[in-house]
């Protein structure tokens, strides 16, 4: 039995090891890059501190060679091989015509009541 838990000790000792050697190192952003391009570290990567994934900002900028500016996001998208075709007249708003309001009218037996329910009322 005593030998069956020093082998499993052993074997338990060599998985850790191996788990340990097969982790990835965790990657840091480097705020040198940050003050390199003048632009915050949220320019580049999805999260707004900067480190992890990057956007297609920071995916450009790397792309291109980490150049002393990151493209903007139309570049950067153009750059990563996105075609943006959009048509303008779609996106144009027209401002539909709104008839001018009437001032409202109170007959002057009614103006008891309203008073009383504007009183009573919680949003006030």
């Known amino acids: 039995m005593k ?5 499993l000790g052993a074997l338990m000792l060599c998985a850790s090891i191996l788990l340990l050697l097969a982790m990835p190192e965790p990657a840091h952003a480097l705020p040198e890059y940050a003050a390199q ?18 956007g297609p900002r920071g995916q450009a900028w790397v792309a291109a060679g ?19 075709s959009v048509d303008e ?29 504007l009183s009573q009322y919680d949003g006030n």
Do not use: M, N
Request: hydrophobic share 35%; net charge negative.
């Open 89 to 117: 007249a779609y996106f144009t708003v027209t401002a539909p015509e709104v008839p001018e309001a009437e001032a409202p009218a109170v007959a002057p037996a009614q103006s008891q009541k309203l008073f009383h329910w």
């Open 66 to 84: 980490k150049p002393g500016a990151i493209p903007d996001l139309t570049e950067s998208l153009s750059l990563l091989g996105v075609e943006l």
């Open 37 to 54: 391009t003048g632009e915050p570290c949220s320019s580049c990567h999805i999260s707004p501190s900067g480190g992890g994934p990057r």
């Open 3 to 7: 030998k069956y838990l020093i082998l």
